[in-house]
């Protein structure tokens, strides 16, 4: 069974940056592609970032292109969301996910293509 454990977040300022860890607890961790999700209260949950298990592709929604990177040590198990220049609305629970079945496709955004997931970490941008 596949474990994730998110670190980093915590309070901030507005233009402040941030980098999340996301730590994989099998040796198996570069079969999967790993995606960054984010979650406010009564909101949906939103797609930040997706990286393919080779590291070679990624892929950001909008909002943080440009501003944030994802990334990837194999040897650490450890995937990565590198976060600059936040803003306020980027306030959010962060958490990592970790995507088997389709780990050599950059361009999934679905939350239901990922089958573990960690239990978050909390960022607070303040303005």
């Known amino acids: 069974q596949v474990t994730l454990v998110e670190s980093g977040g915590r309070y901030v300022q507005a233009g402040e940056s941030l980098k999340l860890s996301c730590v994989h607890s099998?040796?198996?961790?570069?079969?999967?592609?790993m995606g960054w999700f984010r979650q406010t209260p009564g909101k949906p949950r939103e797609f930040v970032a997706r990286?393919?298990?080779?590291?070679?592709?990624?892929d950001y929604a909008d909002s943080v292109k440009d501003r944030f990177t994802i990334s990837r040590d194999n040897a650490k198990n450890t995937a990565y969301l590198q976060m600059d220049s936040l803003k306020p609305e980027d306030t959010a629970l962060y958490s990592c996910?970790?995507?088997?079945?389709?780990?050599?496709?950059?361009?999934?955004?679905?939350?239901?293509?990922?089958?573990?997931w960690g239990q978050g970490t909390q960022v607070t941008v303040s303005s």
């Open positions: 996910a970790a995507d088997l079945r389709t780990s050599n496709t950059v361009r999934i955004r679905s939350f239901g293509a990922y089958r573990y």
């Open positions: 990286i393919t298990r080779s590291g070679r592709s990624t």
């Open positions: 099998e040796r198996t961790f570069s079969d999967y592609a």
